[in-house]
Nanobody, 123 residues
Framework: QVQLVESGGGYVQPGGSLRLSCVVS????????FAWYRQTPGKERELVAF???????NYADSVKGRFTISRDNAKTKVYLQMDSLKPEDTGVYYC?????????????????WGQGTQVTVSS
Protein backbone atom coordinates (compact mmCIF):
# COMPACT_ATOMS: atom_id res chain seq x y z
CA GLN A 1 0.00 0.00 0.00
CA VAL A 2 1.47 3.32 -1.10
CA GLN A 3 1.47 6.02 1.56
CA LEU A 4 2.58 9.64 1.43
CA VAL A 5 2.73 11.54 4.71
CA GLU A 6 3.35 15.28 4.76
CA SER A 7 4.68 17.29 7.68
CA GLY A 8 6.18 20.68 8.43
CA GLY A 9 3.19 22.93 7.96
CA GLY A 10 2.29 25.62 10.44
CA TYR A 11 1.73 29.28 11.08
CA VAL A 12 4.29 31.83 9.91
CA GLN A 13 4.44 35.59 9.43
CA PRO A 14 4.87 37.10 5.95
CA GLY A 15 8.49 36.94 4.86
CA GLY A 16 9.10 33.82 6.92
CA SER A 17 10.09 30.30 5.89
CA LEU A 18 8.80 26.77 6.25
CA ARG A 19 10.10 23.43 5.06
CA LEU A 20 7.58 20.76 4.14
CA SER A 21 8.51 17.09 4.06
CA CYS A 22 6.79 14.14 2.45
CA VAL A 23 7.85 10.61 3.32
CA VAL A 24 6.83 7.91 0.87
CA SER A 25 6.44 4.21 1.56
CA UNK A 26 5.04 1.17 -0.20
CA UNK A 27 6.44 1.79 -3.68
CA UNK A 28 9.82 2.08 -5.43
CA UNK A 29 10.58 5.74 -4.84
CA UNK A 30 13.23 6.49 -7.45
CA UNK A 31 11.15 5.71 -10.56
CA UNK A 32 8.45 8.31 -9.93
CA UNK A 33 8.21 12.03 -10.17
CA PHE A 34 6.74 14.01 -7.29
CA ALA A 35 4.79 17.20 -6.94
CA TRP A 36 3.51 19.62 -4.35
CA TYR A 37 0.03 21.07 -4.79
CA ARG A 38 -1.89 23.53 -2.65
CA GLN A 39 -5.56 24.21 -2.17
CA THR A 40 -7.49 27.04 -0.57
CA PRO A 41 -11.22 27.07 0.21
CA GLY A 42 -13.32 27.63 -2.87
CA LYS A 43 -10.46 27.09 -5.27
CA GLU A 44 -9.19 24.15 -7.25
CA ARG A 45 -6.03 22.39 -6.20
CA GLU A 46 -3.10 24.00 -8.00
CA LEU A 47 0.33 22.69 -8.89
CA VAL A 48 3.10 24.48 -6.99
CA ALA A 49 6.23 22.49 -7.84
CA PHE A 50 7.21 19.32 -9.66
CA UNK A 51 10.41 17.29 -9.64
CA UNK A 52 11.32 14.65 -12.18
CA UNK A 53 12.99 11.30 -11.65
CA UNK A 54 16.28 12.92 -12.61
CA UNK A 55 15.75 15.72 -10.12
CA UNK A 56 14.80 18.49 -12.54
CA UNK A 57 12.47 20.97 -10.83
CA ASN A 58 9.63 23.02 -12.28
CA TYR A 59 7.65 25.72 -10.50
CA ALA A 60 4.46 27.68 -10.79
CA ASP A 61 5.17 31.28 -11.73
CA SER A 62 3.75 32.45 -8.42
CA VAL A 63 6.46 30.68 -6.40
CA LYS A 64 9.52 30.87 -8.70
CA GLY A 65 12.53 32.20 -6.85
CA ARG A 66 10.92 31.60 -3.44
CA PHE A 67 10.22 27.86 -3.28
CA THR A 68 12.62 24.97 -3.82
CA ILE A 69 11.56 21.36 -4.36
CA SER A 70 14.03 18.54 -3.77
CA ARG A 71 14.08 14.79 -3.32
CA ASP A 72 16.19 12.33 -1.36
CA ASN A 73 15.93 8.89 -2.95
CA ALA A 74 17.83 7.21 -0.12
CA LYS A 75 15.39 8.53 2.48
CA THR A 76 12.34 8.29 0.17
CA LYS A 77 11.46 11.87 0.97
CA VAL A 78 10.40 14.91 -0.98
CA TYR A 79 10.85 18.42 0.37
CA LEU A 80 9.47 21.86 -0.33
CA GLN A 81 11.52 24.73 1.05
CA MET A 82 9.34 27.84 1.15
CA ASP A 83 10.98 31.21 1.68
CA SER A 84 9.70 34.79 1.54
CA LEU A 85 6.23 33.51 2.27
CA LYS A 86 3.23 35.66 1.41
CA PRO A 87 -0.35 35.55 2.73
CA GLU A 88 -1.47 34.22 -0.66
CA ASP A 89 0.67 31.11 -0.05
CA THR A 90 -1.78 30.06 2.64
CA GLY A 91 -3.48 26.74 1.99
CA VAL A 92 -3.34 23.01 2.47
CA TYR A 93 -0.26 21.59 0.78
CA TYR A 94 -0.41 18.10 -0.70
CA CYS A 95 2.37 15.82 -1.85
CA UNK A 96 1.70 13.65 -4.88
CA UNK A 97 3.54 10.72 -6.43
CA UNK A 98 3.20 11.08 -10.18
CA UNK A 99 4.35 9.93 -13.60
CA UNK A 100 7.56 11.28 -15.08
CA UNK A 101 6.96 12.38 -18.71
CA UNK A 102 10.12 10.55 -19.85
CA UNK A 103 9.14 7.18 -18.41
CA UNK A 104 6.48 4.59 -19.23
CA UNK A 105 4.12 3.38 -16.54
CA UNK A 106 1.27 0.95 -16.24
CA UNK A 107 -1.76 2.47 -17.97
CA UNK A 108 -3.79 2.04 -14.78
CA UNK A 109 -1.45 4.18 -12.67
CA UNK A 110 -3.08 7.44 -11.58
CA UNK A 111 -0.75 8.59 -8.83
CA UNK A 112 -1.09 8.82 -5.07
CA TRP A 113 -1.81 11.71 -2.72
CA GLY A 114 -0.88 12.49 0.84
CA GLN A 115 -3.37 13.79 3.38
CA GLY A 116 -2.10 17.37 3.28
CA THR A 117 -0.55 19.80 5.73
CA GLN A 118 -1.86 23.28 6.54
CA VAL A 119 0.27 26.35 5.89
CA THR A 120 -0.96 29.69 7.18
CA VAL A 121 0.88 32.92 6.40
CA SER A 122 -0.46 35.84 8.36
CA SER A 123 0.64 38.76 10.48
Amino acid sequence: QVQLVESGGGYVQPGGSLRLSCVVSGSPFSIYAFAWYRQTPGKERELVAFITVRGTPNYADSVKGRFTISRDNAKTKVYLQMDSLKPEDTGVYYCKQDKDPEYVYNAAYVGYWGQGTQVTVSS
